[in-house]
């Protein structure tokens, strides 16, 4: 079993909807999770970090953390055309900068 | 402030021969990664330094596969012989100790990558 799964396929969702994408992982001592943006030929940029379970606000993106279930998912409200991009979950623990990613799903709003 | 720097951004080569990729991570970084990303495999981390110390290199896919960090400003992934299962993006990326100064945990800076094919 992997580390972190990301199992949905790529996603299209229409200028101003709401794009939900979602991951879980397999270590249960996990303590950091990130979500990273990473557009078609570039590298991966950190747009998200949640330590503790339940939902944190940022702009347009929401994280939510359900430690108890092992999965982490994010919300992108408002969803524009820049959003489209290809989303990596990553996990990790406290004191190691060690981050397991998922393979990432692709998101495309189509304006 | 300069980010994470890596050469080459392009690497066209034929199996067999050595490929040496090469990173200069962020000032006062001192953690340092380098991912391989495929299509197939995703984002999958190679090897890690913690003040120039290799930490864990259990994502070297095999004995071909060697990476250096001789200081704090410099690293290198090399491939010897190369083969065209090989072909990969790979990222180096830096990191400071986590929970200095209030900072993000974990954040990991990517540099822009080194694309390399192994014909």
Redesign the interface.
């Known amino acids: 079993q992997k580390e972190v799964e990301q199992n949905s396929g790529p996603l299209s969702v229409p200028e101003g909807a709401i794009a939900s994408l979602n991951c879980t992982y397999s270590d249960r001592g996990s303590q950091?999770f990130?979500w990273y943006r990473q557009y078609s030929g570039?590298?991966?940029?950190?747009i998200m970090?949640i330590?503790s379970n339940g939902d944190k606000e940022d702009g347009r993106f929401t994280a939510q953390l359900n430690k108890a279930s092992q999965y982490v998912s994010l919300l992108i409200r408002d969803s524009q055309p820049s959003d489209s991009a290809t989303y990596?979950c990553?996990v990790?623990f406290?004191?190691?900068?060690?981050?397991?990613?998922?393979?990432?799903n692709q998101v495309v709003v189509i304006p | 402030d300069a980010g994470v720097i890596q050469s080459p951004r392009h690497e066209v080569t034929e199996m067999g021969q050595e490929v040496t990729l090469r990173c200069k991570p962020i000032s006062g970084h001192d953690y340092l990664f380098w991912y391989r990303q495929t299509m197939m495999r995703g984002l999958e981390l190679l090897i890690y330094f913690n003040n120039n110390v290799p930490i864990d290199d259990s994502g070297m896919p095999e004995d071909r596969f060697s990476a250096k960090m001789p200081n704090a400003s410099f690293s290198t992934l090399k491939i010897q012989p190369s083969e065209p299962r090989d072909s990969a993006v790979y990222f180096c990326a830096s990191s400071h100790t986590p929970g200095l100064a209030g900072e993000n945990t974990g954040e990991l800076f990517f540099g822009e990558g080194s694309r390399l094919t192994v014909l």
């Open positions: 950091s990130f570039k590298s991966p940029e950190l970090s330590y990596l990553a990790g406290y004191g190691n900068n060690r981050l397991a990613f998922g393979k990432g």
